[in-house]
T-cell receptor
Framework: NAGVTQTPKFQVLKTGQSMTLQCAQDMNHEYMSWYRQDPGMGLRLIHYSVGAGITDQGEVPNGYNVSRSTTEDFPLRLLSAAPSQTSVYFC?????????????FGPGTRLTVT | DAKTTQPNSMESNEEEPVHLPCNHSTISGTDYIHWYRQLPSQGPEYVIHGLTSNVNNRMASLAIAEDRKSSTLILHRATLRDAAVYYCILSVWGAQKLVFGQGTRLTINP
């Protein structure tokens, strides 16, 4: 199994540009989520999904959109990038929705918005 | 979410045991105790979790105080690869998110 994969690894955007961060998992996990991690800080939840066709907001959803058309993929869209969205983005998946299921994290996408 | 308190940093030597403490005095009866770690430039990695009883797995042991107000992650024989930030996280059953604090930065000396 490849586990959780994320592309791209690095990205530089100009303010106002849009882009999609890709996340895929091959473990048939129902639950997927997106976190962001700012320098020196813990991770904060952006959006999550408990299954195909079902998504919900986390604690910092503004400026981001998600959709879940398949079990495997959970892309994160930045609608109009802002410097405040400079961060490292992690995608995670787990067998079940929430605690106590172990979450598997991807390697991250490092995004810089200038 | 109930709060956890961890030391900012700890240091240990290779091949010695490491005890990473976590205080969670406001824990509720339905809160699970999770530990994740994050190696440099990588995503977090699950280490262990428990509810009331001590737990062991191939990576570590989790010792939970009888009153559940504190817990300790035990790495039995540290290696250089164990240098990471360790997060102690409380999460009620079914919670949709993990709340990551600042964690403990563990340094392992050769």
């Amino acid at each position: 199994n490849a586990g959780v994969t994320q592309t791209p690894k690095f990205q530089v955007l100009k303010t106002g540009q849009s882009m999609t961060l890709q996340c895929a998992q091959d473990m048939n996990h129902e639950y997927m989520s997106w976190y962001r991690q700012d320098p020196g800080m813990g991770l904060r939840l952006i959006h999550y999904s408990v299954g195909a066709g079902i998504t919900d907001q986390g604690e910092v959803p503004n400026g981001y959109n998600v959709s879940r058309s398949t079990t495997e993929d959970f892309p994160l869209r930045l609608l109009s990038a802002a410097p405040s969205q400079t961060s490292v983005y992690f995608c995670a998946s787990s067998y079940g929705a929430g605690t106590p299921y172990e979450q598997y994290f991807g390697p991250g996408t490092r995004l810089t918005v200038t | 979410d109930a709060k956890t308190t961890q030391p900012n940093s700890m240091e240990s030597n290779e091949e010695e045991p490491v005890h990473l403490p976590c205080n969670h005095s406001t824990i509720s009866g339905t809160d699970y105790i999770h530990w994740y770690r994050q190696l440099p430039s990588q995503g977090p990695e699950y280490v262990i979790h428990g509810l009331t009883s001590n737990v062991n797995n191939r990576m570590a042991s989790l010792a939970i105080a009888e009153d559940r107000k504190s817990s300790t992650l035990i790495l039995h024989r540290a290696t250089l690869r164990d240098a990471a930030v360790y997060y102690c996280i409380l999460s009620v059953w079914g919670a949709q998110k993990l709340v990551f604090g600042q964690g403990t930065r563990l340094t392992i000396n050769p």
